[in-house]
């Protein structure tokens, strides 16, 4: 690219021994499972509240979604429309669909039924699996996108036994599960090695700005941006990783699901955000790595009891998607012990393109009196453009 930033100068901010380019241990988003699966089957993998699996147990549940996914009538290509909170059911479901070839399509539960049946008309999957708190809303989205006969698998928060009440919703009355009869078993499940470049998550934005648009992520996007950040925020198999973002959105799929794999790492969930439960996560599993939006940080800074001694654990925590005030940086190092650090990425980028730099002061707009989102993480090219899309000088308004 021939213009300022061609030559990357934000790599000299860079800490020393850093890769300028990083190299990817994983083509795909499989190959990082099968290798955490391999290497550490007895290690934890999801902590969800009382309950522990290893990888070696997401690897056996998944196979058994993947058998019911197939008996549905589930093919390498398909949608499978995954509508849940944090569960460790969600991510053995997304799991099953790299299994069996299919796409998983994250979806949020808290839609209702008319912004949930525009993703799926425009989505079509093949099947959708729900938690069953909200089948009626499911089956009613279904319907209005012409897509009644879909048909869907249910799940509870509460299927890995006691949960705090805290968090999950009421146990649901009416349990309703596949007629998936006759259909392959474990035993027989395909092991599909996808190709880099195959669809490995289809996410829809929020659609804040317009109607909700779906963007195609490969598998070895996925794959590099979950290793990429992983890298940036010092995660290893020893580190533990906080779940505060929800999986069906692209901080919480790329930042915990995902590098979790990738790290072959322990991800903890607590259904969804609660600032008194993720306190008692927090003094439980000690986390040391999370991502979460400054208004969860906010909140948990405010909990009754929440103490720097609490939050000590944590060497690496990020927040995006808002502009980062510098006096709740300030508050959260003075009450917590937090050093935050801000990043900045879409759906579309597969999650941060940009990140501050660990340990390094972060810059202050002299006009907004906002943190600066960091510099680009490994890998990335960027500028500031235009309204032609041209680069503007240093020091002038222009677009990201």
């Not at 810059?363 to 993480?377: C, K």
Request: net charge negative; hydrophobic share 40%; with cysteine.
């Amino acid at each position: 690219m021939n213009h300022p930033y061609a030559q990357r100068p934000w790599l000299d901010r860079y800490p020393e021994g850093w890769p300028r380019d990083l190299t990817p241990r994983f083509a795909d988003m499989m190959s990082a499972f099968s290798a955490a699966v391999s290497q550490a089957p007895d290690r934890i993998f999801l902590r969800y509240f009382a309950w522990s699996g290893t990888f070696a147990d997401a690897d056996a549940g998944s196979d058994a979604l993947a058998a019911a996914f197939l008996a549905e009538g589930v093919a390498a290509g398909d949608r499978v429309s995954i509508i849940g909170q944090n569960t460790p059911n969600f991510a053995e479901a997304i799991i099953a669909c790299w299994k069996v070839g299919a796409v998983p399509v994250p979806c949020n539960p808290m839609y209702r039924a008319g912004e949930l049946s525009r993703i799926l008309a425009d989505a079509t999957p093949t099947l959708c699996y729900s938690e069953e708190q909200v089948l009626g809303t499911v089956r009613e989205a279904l319907a209005k996108a012409d897509l009644a006969e879909v048909p869907v698998i249910a799940f509870s928060a509460w299927d890995r036994g006691d949960g705090d009440e805290r968090a999950l919703p009421p146990r649901a009355i009416e349990e309703v599960r596949s007629n998936a009869g006759g259909g392959p078993t474990v035993s027989t499940v395909p092991r599909y090695s996808p190709h880099p470049e195959n669809l490995g998550l289809l996410l829809y934005t929020s659609g804040t700005t317009g109607m909700p648009k779906g963007v195609m992520l490969s598998h070895q996007s996925i794959a590099f941006n979950a290793q990429a950040m992983g890298e940036w925020g010092g995660v290893g198999p020893e580190s533990i990783v906080l779940g505060v973002a929800p999986l069906f959105h692209i901080t919480g799929f790329v930042s915990h699901l995902c590098l979790a794999i990738v790290a072959a790492a322990k991800l903890v969930l607590t259904y969804r955000f609660q600032p008194d439960v993720i306190l008692d996560a927090i003094r439980r599993e000690r986390p040391t790595y999370t991502v979460a939006a400054i208004t969860a940080f906010n909140a948990l800074m405010n909990a009754p009891g929440a103490t720097q001694r609490d939050f000590s654990s944590l060497t690496a925590t990020f927040s995006g998607g808002a502009a980062i005030p510098p006096s709740i940086v300030t508050d959260l190092r003075d009450v917590l012990g937090i050093d935050l650090r801000p990043c900045y990425g879409m759906t579309e980028t597969c999650s941060p393109t940009h990140a501050a730099v660990p340990g390094a002061r972060i810059p202050i707009d002299r006009e907004t009196g906002a943190l600066s989102i960091g510099v680009p993480t490994f890998s990335t090219e960027a500028f500031v453009a235009d309204d032609n899309g041209h680069p503007v000088p240093l020091g002038r308004h222009g677009e990201l």
